[in-house]
């Protein structure tokens, strides 16, 4: 237990010398030779020594300062009383200024340190053995030495911040501000959180458990935002370094900044499009689903999925999972749209879109993977709730026919694609599909019964829209997110002129629901399966 304090020092620091050890090279020469510029002794070890001393920079070998040379392969090479006695003695204590002459000990004024590279380790599929061989050790210890002696020394973890260093030296005359050295011991902090989380969930993964006893989450700062979901609500996008074509790592090619709900709803839409092997659009408005459809050309996709809801389509983003062309971007800058995303784009496409200033348009280079494995992570009142992100999927295989009809080929077709669709629609969801398109969706009310009867409305209000003689719901097959609980919403499908039903099944009144749909010659499937989105 710790039962002493010192005074803060807010004073200008003037370093007079920098240990710098990095696995990432990038930038480091130009920082050594400014460092050394400025007269600042540099201290290294190991590639990182050999680079500043090959680009013709004067630099020590670590091995000079703690006398002892690196051994074990360079398990141990700073862990070292010279090293951590120089980066945590305090300059204004005579008890450590005294122990630092006593052992011939030498203050650190600046370390520079990224750690190996575990992450990226794991992410080229590193076996267990080169994963934990890629642990720093060395490096998060002389990070937190520094950071917590931020008082008298400064620490840079991020090549990003070399030239806010720099910078600073040129214009104080070689001095670092104890603003900066704070500011930096804050990331450095960051930097060693977020690579212990790694470790610890990779650690967790490989022992098979499928919840780990502490979940560690970490990110780093991507965009700041002018607001959230509301005007009055901070917010900030944090990139978590995962490898998944998507938003995240989208490249934008045009438009205003992404706002929080932007990035969420094109999550949502492009997460959905993902789904699906044909060609497929899909229209999303605050996160749900307002037309998705699936034909045989991207252009006819478009045009498909607008028909569902036209005018919930106003505003809304666009995702698909084939290139962009030129002759689907001049259907799509026909209505107004927040956002367009895409795996790829033409030029010509491109040009197109580019008269439209505002809209953002965004490729991710490819598509996401559906059954990749992740975690859906929320928050509560005094903790989270983690879970497996729904990678589910059903097949024809797993399909029970529970009436006396059995679906049609095409029944069945559609209704794989409507409860593929369900998947993404907020709970209680109903999706009316028909030829591969929805054409009618209900989603996130609190009765089953009320999302059938509203997407069989929004389906009547849109064949109006489209001027056609009969709401797109006749003869479409519908899908549930989860259980009829009771015979009414089935009825309500019927009446807006389904002809089959997939649902997971599972109510104790499953029994009156297949009764209900033998009476009106409708079949209905049993998927086991359930997709509730809350």
Known sequence: MVTKSFPTNTASVKPKRALLSVSDKTGLVELAKALADHGIELVSTGGTHKAIKDAGIPVKDVSEITGFPEVMDGRVKTLHPSVH???LARRDDAAHTKAMKDHNIGAIDIVVINLYPFAETVAKGGDFALCVENIDIGGPAMIRAAAKNHDFVTVITNASDYDTIVEELNKTKGEISYETRRMMAAKAYATTAAYDGAISSWFGSQLGADMPPVIVTA?????PMRYGENPHQKAAFYADGTKRAGVALATQHQGKELSYNNLNDTDAAFELVSEFEEPTVAIIKHANPCGVASHASLYDAYRHALRCDPVSAFGGIVAMNRRLDAATAEEMVKVFT???????VDEEAKAIIAAKKNLRLLTTGGMADPAQKRLSIKTIAGGYLV???DAGRITKADLKVVTKRSP?????????????VAKHVKSNAIVYVKDGTTVGIGAGQMSRIDSSRIAAWKSAEAAKTEKLDQPMTIGSVVASDAFFPFADGLLAAAEAGATAIIQPGGSVRDDEVIAAADEKGLAMVFTGMRHFRH
Do not use: H
Not at 219 to 223: F, N, R, S, Y
Not at 408 to 420: C, P
């Open 338 to 344: 927040e956002v367009i995303i895409a795996p790829e």
């Open 387 to 389: 879970q497996d992100a």
């Open 219 to 223: 990110g780093t700062l991507a965009q």
């Open 408 to 420: 049609t080929a095409k029944e069945m077709e559609d209704m794989l694609f409507a409860f593929r």
């Open 85 to 87: 006695g120089g980066l």
